[in-house]
Protein backbone atom coordinates (compact mmCIF):
# COMPACT_ATOMS: atom_id res chain seq x y z
CA UNK A 1 0.00 0.00 0.00
CA UNK A 2 1.04 3.29 -0.95
CA UNK A 3 1.91 5.53 2.23
CA UNK A 4 0.04 9.05 1.67
CA UNK A 5 0.66 12.49 3.71
CA UNK A 6 -2.51 14.20 4.82
CA UNK A 7 -2.07 16.70 2.49
CA UNK A 8 -2.62 14.15 -0.71
CA UNK A 9 -5.46 12.53 1.56
CA UNK A 10 -7.18 15.39 1.01
CA UNK A 11 -6.28 16.25 -1.97
CA UNK A 12 -7.19 13.23 -3.43
CA UNK A 13 -11.25 13.51 -1.86
CA UNK A 14 -11.22 16.90 -3.77
CA UNK A 15 -9.80 15.23 -6.56
CA UNK A 16 -12.88 13.11 -6.29
CA UNK A 17 -15.40 16.06 -5.91
CA UNK A 18 -13.69 17.74 -8.70
CA UNK A 19 -14.35 14.33 -10.65
CA UNK A 20 -18.14 13.69 -9.52
CA UNK A 21 -18.61 17.32 -10.05
CA UNK A 22 -17.90 17.05 -13.87
CA UNK A 23 -19.61 14.02 -14.33
CA UNK A 24 -22.82 15.37 -13.14
CA UNK A 25 -22.42 18.35 -15.44
CA UNK A 26 -21.74 15.65 -18.70
CA UNK A 27 -24.82 13.90 -17.05
CA UNK A 28 -26.93 17.08 -17.10
CA UNK A 29 -26.76 17.59 -20.20
CA UNK A 30 -27.01 13.92 -21.66
CA UNK A 31 -30.25 13.78 -19.07
CA UNK A 32 -31.69 16.94 -20.12
CA UNK A 33 -33.58 15.22 -23.25
CA UNK A 34 -35.30 13.20 -20.79
CA UNK A 35 -36.36 16.34 -18.79
CA UNK A 36 -34.31 14.95 -15.82
CA UNK A 37 -31.60 15.81 -13.52
CA UNK A 38 -28.91 13.34 -12.40
CA UNK A 39 -30.30 12.93 -8.96
CA UNK A 40 -33.97 12.83 -10.57
CA UNK A 41 -32.37 9.92 -12.60
CA UNK A 42 -30.88 7.83 -9.45
CA UNK A 43 -34.08 8.42 -7.80
CA UNK A 44 -35.69 6.77 -10.57
CA UNK A 45 -33.26 4.44 -10.97
CA UNK A 46 -33.45 3.34 -7.38
CA UNK A 47 -36.89 3.32 -7.64
CA UNK A 48 -36.74 1.00 -10.43
CA UNK A 49 -34.48 -1.95 -8.42
CA UNK A 50 -36.82 -1.74 -4.74
CA UNK A 51 -40.55 -0.89 -5.13
CA UNK A 52 -42.25 1.05 -2.60
CA UNK A 53 -39.50 2.44 -0.75
CA UNK A 54 -40.39 5.54 1.77
CA UNK A 55 -39.47 8.52 1.22
CA UNK A 56 -37.33 9.03 3.96
CA UNK A 57 -34.92 5.31 2.77
CA UNK A 58 -35.15 6.90 -0.71
CA UNK A 59 -33.41 10.02 0.30
CA UNK A 60 -31.05 8.32 3.01
CA UNK A 61 -29.98 6.10 -0.24
CA UNK A 62 -29.53 9.05 -3.00
CA UNK A 63 -27.73 11.18 -0.54
CA UNK A 64 -30.65 13.91 0.79
CA UNK A 65 -32.14 15.00 3.78
CA UNK A 66 -35.01 13.57 4.14
CA UNK A 67 -36.68 17.48 4.30
CA UNK A 68 -35.00 17.87 0.72
CA UNK A 69 -36.49 14.74 -0.99
CA UNK A 70 -40.51 16.27 -1.23
CA UNK A 71 -38.73 18.59 -3.65
CA UNK A 72 -37.18 16.50 -5.80
CA UNK A 73 -40.38 13.70 -5.89
CA UNK A 74 -43.10 16.72 -6.31
CA UNK A 75 -42.01 17.14 -10.34
CA UNK A 76 -41.82 13.91 -10.48
CA UNK A 77 -45.01 13.08 -9.22
CA UNK A 78 -46.68 16.13 -11.48
CA UNK A 79 -45.38 14.44 -14.45
CA UNK A 80 -46.67 10.97 -13.73
CA UNK A 81 -43.25 9.61 -13.23
CA UNK A 82 -44.02 8.09 -9.85
CA UNK A 83 -46.56 7.23 -7.00
CA UNK A 84 -47.10 8.13 -3.74
CA UNK A 85 -49.24 6.29 -1.43
CA UNK A 86 -49.50 6.09 2.52
CA UNK A 87 -47.83 2.88 4.12
CA UNK A 88 -50.74 0.83 5.63
CA UNK A 89 -48.48 0.45 8.73
CA UNK A 90 -48.09 4.64 9.47
CA UNK A 91 -49.67 7.37 7.61
CA UNK A 92 -47.09 9.54 7.93
CA UNK A 93 -44.88 6.83 6.23
CA UNK A 94 -45.07 7.69 2.53
CA UNK A 95 -44.11 4.81 0.00
CA UNK A 96 -43.00 5.47 -3.23
CA UNK A 97 -43.25 3.95 -6.50
CA UNK A 98 -42.62 3.70 -10.20
CA UNK A 99 -45.54 4.81 -12.27
CA UNK A 100 -45.46 3.43 -16.09
CA UNK A 101 -44.49 6.15 -17.12
CA UNK A 102 -41.54 6.04 -15.10
CA UNK A 103 -40.76 2.76 -16.15
CA UNK A 104 -40.81 3.81 -19.64
CA UNK A 105 -38.68 6.96 -19.28
CA UNK A 106 -36.23 4.92 -17.53
CA UNK A 107 -36.00 2.26 -19.84
CA UNK A 108 -35.35 4.98 -22.34
CA UNK A 109 -32.65 6.96 -20.30
CA UNK A 110 -31.01 3.79 -19.04
CA UNK A 111 -29.02 2.79 -22.43
CA UNK A 112 -27.91 6.71 -22.74
CA UNK A 113 -26.55 6.95 -19.12
CA UNK A 114 -24.63 3.50 -19.79
CA UNK A 115 -23.09 5.22 -23.52
CA UNK A 116 -22.38 8.47 -21.21
CA UNK A 117 -20.48 5.85 -18.86
CA UNK A 118 -18.70 4.12 -21.47
CA UNK A 119 -17.21 7.20 -23.08
CA UNK A 120 -16.12 8.89 -19.39
CA UNK A 121 -14.57 5.32 -18.92
CA UNK A 122 -13.08 5.04 -22.31
CA UNK A 123 -9.28 6.57 -21.45
CA UNK A 124 -8.86 4.44 -19.09
CA UNK A 125 -7.48 0.30 -19.30
CA UNK A 126 -10.19 -2.16 -17.92
CA UNK A 127 -7.60 -3.01 -15.01
CA UNK A 128 -7.91 0.67 -14.55
CA UNK A 129 -11.38 0.55 -14.27
CA UNK A 130 -11.54 -2.44 -12.22
CA UNK A 131 -8.86 -0.99 -9.69
CA UNK A 132 -11.70 2.22 -9.27
CA UNK A 133 -14.25 0.14 -8.58
CA UNK A 134 -12.38 -1.52 -5.85
CA UNK A 135 -11.15 1.29 -4.56
CA UNK A 136 -13.99 3.68 -4.71
CA UNK A 137 -15.86 0.26 -3.00
CA UNK A 138 -13.45 0.39 -0.14
CA UNK A 139 -13.95 4.22 0.28
CA UNK A 140 -17.55 4.20 0.07
CA UNK A 141 -17.61 1.20 2.99
CA UNK A 142 -15.01 3.24 5.09
CA UNK A 143 -17.54 6.51 4.29
CA UNK A 144 -20.25 4.66 5.95
CA UNK A 145 -19.04 3.23 8.99
CA UNK A 146 -16.84 6.42 9.42
CA UNK A 147 -17.75 8.02 12.85
CA UNK A 148 -18.84 11.36 10.72
CA UNK A 149 -21.09 9.59 8.47
CA UNK A 150 -24.88 10.62 9.01
CA UNK A 151 -26.06 6.88 10.02
CA UNK A 152 -23.20 6.15 12.21
CA UNK A 153 -24.07 9.06 14.06
CA UNK A 154 -27.90 8.08 14.38
CA UNK A 155 -26.80 4.95 16.13
CA UNK A 156 -24.64 6.36 18.20
CA UNK A 157 -27.29 8.91 19.19
CA UNK A 158 -29.80 6.64 19.68
CA UNK A 159 -27.64 3.68 21.92
CA UNK A 160 -26.93 6.80 24.07
CA UNK A 161 -31.09 7.68 24.14
CA UNK A 162 -31.67 4.64 25.35
CA UNK A 163 -29.77 4.46 28.63
CA UNK A 164 -30.76 7.89 29.71
CA UNK A 165 -34.09 7.50 28.36
CA UNK A 166 -34.52 3.88 30.61
CA UNK A 167 -33.19 5.70 33.68
CA UNK A 168 -35.82 8.49 33.26
CA UNK A 169 -38.44 5.50 32.69
CA UNK A 170 -37.35 3.48 36.32
CA UNK A 171 -37.17 6.97 37.92
CA UNK A 172 -40.91 8.40 36.95
CA UNK A 173 -41.75 4.94 38.48
CA UNK A 174 -39.92 5.28 41.37
CA UNK A 175 -42.12 9.01 42.06
CA UNK A 176 -45.54 7.12 40.99
CA UNK A 177 -44.54 3.97 43.51
CA UNK A 178 -43.65 6.45 46.39
CA UNK A 179 -46.15 8.92 46.17
CA UNK A 180 -49.17 5.63 45.93
CA UNK A 181 -47.71 4.55 48.96
Known sequence: MVATSAKDSVGLVYLLKRAELAVRSCAEVTLAQFRLTPTQFLLLFRL???????????????????QSIVDLIGPLEREGL???????????????????????LLEQAIPVARQLEVELL????????????????????????????????????RATARPAQRSATVATSRRRQVSTR
Open 122 to 157: SSLTPSEIANLRKGLTKLLAGAQTHDTHPSVRRSAA
Open 82 to 104: IKRREAPEHRRILRIRLSAAGER
Open 48 to 66: NESRDVSSADLARTIGVRP
